[in-house]
């Protein structure tokens, strides 16, 4: 079940202008999209009608966390839109989950849904604070494992956490990892990354890329770059 286009470019832009002034460069072949709260928030659905129209799959990153009949209703919402991919909480509880997974399941074809589980910017002190104590990869692994029974197909998670992830809970779920990089660009604002390979590797499904992409001088060059990683990666 390894999908041919590993890469998700991450639309972190406030305007359409220099989304299109990428995304005319990109080739929906090659990559899909992922649209955030910011874009969202600024630019709405006919945004992503618009990106689809153009041929690209597009990961809604809106990170649903309500109670089940809202968020059942918002994921119903985005399938409406014909998005390949949505996200929840999954701290948002059992109850929630299983609504999302029912109100996706009356659609013939309805996008992946995946889980978030613990941000990557909370550490063991943040979560003690919102009464979560433990180690959070501990936490992680349960909530992936939550996900995992409430039928989500796969978790959005740290490229250093793919691993034990992909061990514990099986081939066919997929793990989503921001936070790659390769060797020689800006690690920007995340502390921990990998290298694509590195991260497909460990058994990472799909790399969400950003600012290695969107911020390059070439996107296109930067692109292509990441994907010869990842075949010299299998030639090797
Ligand atoms: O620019 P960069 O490659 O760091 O972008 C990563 C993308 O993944 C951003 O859109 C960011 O919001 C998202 N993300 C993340 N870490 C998470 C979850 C999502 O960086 N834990």
Excluded at 121 to 136: F, K, M, N, V, W
Excluded at 189 to 209: M, N, S
Aim: glycine share 6%; net charge negative.
């Amino acid at each position: 079940m390894i999908d041919p286009i590993p890469i998700i470019v991450a639309l972190d832009f406030s305007a359409a202008a220099p989304v299109w002034a990428l995304v005319e460069r990109l080739d929906p072949a090659r990559c899909r999209l992922k649209v955030g709260k910011e874009l969202f928030t600024r630019l709405g659905p006919g945004l992503v009608e618009r990106l689809q129209a153009a041929g690209f799959a597009v990961f809604l990153d809106l990170k649903f966390h309500d109670i089940p009949n809202t968020v059942a209703a918002a994921c119903a919402a985005a399938a409406d839109l014909g998005v390949w991919m949505v996200n929840v909480h999954v701290s948002g509880g059992r109850p929630m989950l299983d609504a999302a997974r029912a109100a996706l399941d009356r659609y013939p074809q309805r996008p992946l849904l995946v889980g978030v589980t613990v941000l990557t910017s909370l550490d063991r002190t943040d979560l003690a604070e919102i009464g979560c104590p433990g180690e959070p990869e501990e936490r992680v692994l349960s909530l992936a494992r939550l996900a995992q029974q409430a039928g989500l197909d796969g978790v959005v998670c740290s490229p250093r956490e793919a691993a034990r992830l992909r061990a514990e809970l099986g081939r066919d779920f997929r793990l989503v990892t921001p936070g790659v990089r390769l060797p020689d660009s800006a690690s920007d604002d995340q502390k921990r990354t990998l290298t694509p390979a590195e991260a497909l590797a460990a058994g990472a499904d799909y790399l969400v890329i950003g600012r290695p992409v969107t911020r390059a001088p070439e996107p296109l060059v930067a692109l292509e770059a990441i994907e010869r990683s990842l075949t010299n990666r299998l030639e090797n």
